[in-house]
C-alpha cells in the first residue's frame, strides 16, 4: 500500500482504494472499457480513463464512509474539475487522441457497513479551464 500523505490516514486511504475497486467493477459492468487506472502526471491523477462507445471518458471517483463532509460527488468543486480537465488534455496530448469526443464524469461511493454503493453520473462536468 502507498504511503499516505500527510492529512489523510492509512484508514481513509484503504477506504478510497476498496471505492476506486468497486467503481471499476461497476463501470465494467455497464459497458465501459477501462484505459488507464490512476493515471498520473506532474500536474495531477484522474482515477479512470475509460471508453464508453465511442466516447472517451475521465473519470473521477469520490468515496465517503459517512456523511460528515457531504455527498461524495460535492467534493469535485471547480477547483478539482479544473485539475482533471488539464490531466485530460495531457492524457489526449500524450496518447495523440485529438479530436476525439470525450466527456466527464463522476462516480460516488459511499461505504455503508461492508459494502459499497456506487452511483455514476455521466456529464458531471463540462471542460473547466
Do not use: W
Not at 19 to 32: S, T, V
Request: proline share 3%; charged share 25%.
Amino acid at each position: 500500500m502507498p504511503s499516505a500523505p500527510k492529512n489523510i490516514s492509512r484508514r481513509h486511504l484503504a477506504i478510497g482504494q476498496k471505492g476506486e475497486a468497486a467503481a471499476a467493477r461497476f463501470l465494467k459492468k455497464e459497458g465501459y472499457e477501462i484505459l488507464a487506472q490512476n493515471y498520473r502526471t506532474t500536474l495531477g491523477e484522474i482515477d479512470i480513463v475509460a471508453r464508453d462507445g465511442e466516447t472517451l471518458v475521465f473519470i473521477e471517483v469520490k468515496t465517503r464512509s459517512g456523511n460528515s463532509y457531504g455527498l461524495p460527488q460535492d467534493a469535485v468543486d471547480l477547483k478539482k474539475q479544473v485539475k482533471i480537465t488539464q490531466v485530460a488534455l495531457l492524457y489526449l496530448s500524450k496518447e495523440n487522441l485529438r479530436p476525439c469526443s470525450c466527456r466527464f464524469d463522476v462516480v460516488a461511493v459511499r461505504k455503508e457497513l461492508a459494502s459499497y454503493h456506487v452511483e455514476l453520473i455521466r456529464n458531471a462536468f463540462e471542460m473547466a479551464i
